[in-house]
């Protein structure tokens, strides 16, 4: 005897069965989820018949078993004010409390910089910002 999944209880396990293999597809490609754990999709029909085996009612399940969400962690500083009592935290970011990061200089360098005939000078020191690179293997020896 051969069955269907498209024909029994009017297409609902196929419909089932494909909602699950859509979730199974969708906790793989999640870049929370660790990459190694297995997925399953469960199928279980369950039968059961009357006391004159006339009859028989079929209870369908499908069920996954997915990749949990991986944990994110992160660092606090928290400090407490001696006076007050009062309790701060916050949190350090990509950084270390106090470091400075790229952008920070580029905002930083950007607000010292006049431009003067033309040229980006540094306010503070008066140097000439030539960004362009001197390829010294290139330059005559004298």
Not at 38 to 44: D, G, L, P, V
Not at 52 to 76: G, H, M, S, W, Y
């Amino acid at each position: 005897m051969e069955i269907s999944l498209q024909d029994i209880a009017g297409g609902a396990l196929q419909e089932k069965a494909n909602q699950a293999f859509a979730k199974v597809m969708q906790n793989m490609q999640d870049p929370n989820t660790p990459w190694k754990n297995k997925r399953k999709i469960n199928i279980c029909l369950s039968f059961e018949q009357n006391e004159d085996r006339t009859d028989c009612t079929c209870e369908i399940a499908v069920d996954t078993k997915l990749a949990a969400v991986k944990p994110v962690n992160t660092k606090f500083c928290t400090e407490k004010d001696l006076d007050t009592g009062r309790i701060f935290a916050q949190e350090y970011g990509p950084g270390i409390k106090g470091q400075m990061s790229f952008e920070d200089m580029n905002q930083n360098s950007d607000s010292q910089t006049a431009y003067v005939n033309g040229q980006a000078v540094d306010v503070e020191t008066g140097e000439i910002k030539d960004d362009s690179i001197v390829d010294f293997r290139a330059a005559k020896q004298a």
